[in-house]
């Protein structure tokens, strides 16, 4: 279905991006997010924990610490956790995205987390 034409395309994205992006840029980070929101969407759980785990530290690495990129993956990471069923671990990574956004974004500023 559906999910599964995501992932393709994602893992092809993953493809052209390592042949023409330096292998930790925030753009490669970004579609290892997306990749693992899709996997997380499947089932994959564990698969999904992992992309999106390295995509936090890309982003950390690159980007200032509190980046509203760095919270979307910490809220997606969370959802992830909660469909595994690690609902404390979840929670707190769920707050610490929500907090960045708070701090980050305007309050005027409508996001899609």
């Known amino acids: 279905g559906a999910i599964d034409e995501s992932i393709k395309f994602y893992e092809r994205a993953m493809d052209i991006f390592s042949h023409h992006l330096p292998q930790h840029s925030t753009s490669v980070a ?3 997010r997306d ?3 899709s996997y997380g969407r ?3 759980t564990d698969k999904a924990v992992e992309l999106i785990t390295e995509s936090i530290e890309m982003n ?3 980007l200032p610490e509190n980046h509203p990129e760095t919270a979307k993956s910490l809220v997606g990471l969370g959802t992830i956790l909660c469909k595994k069923g690690d609902l404390n671990e979840a929670g707190m990574h769920l707050q610490s995205g929500l907090s960045i956004l708070l701090k980050t974004l305007p309050t005027s500023q409508p996001t899609a987390v």
């Open 35 to 37: 990749l693992a929101l």
């Open 30 to 32: 970004t579609v290892k």
């Open 42 to 44: 499947k089932g994959h």
């Open 60 to 62: 950390k690495q690159h």
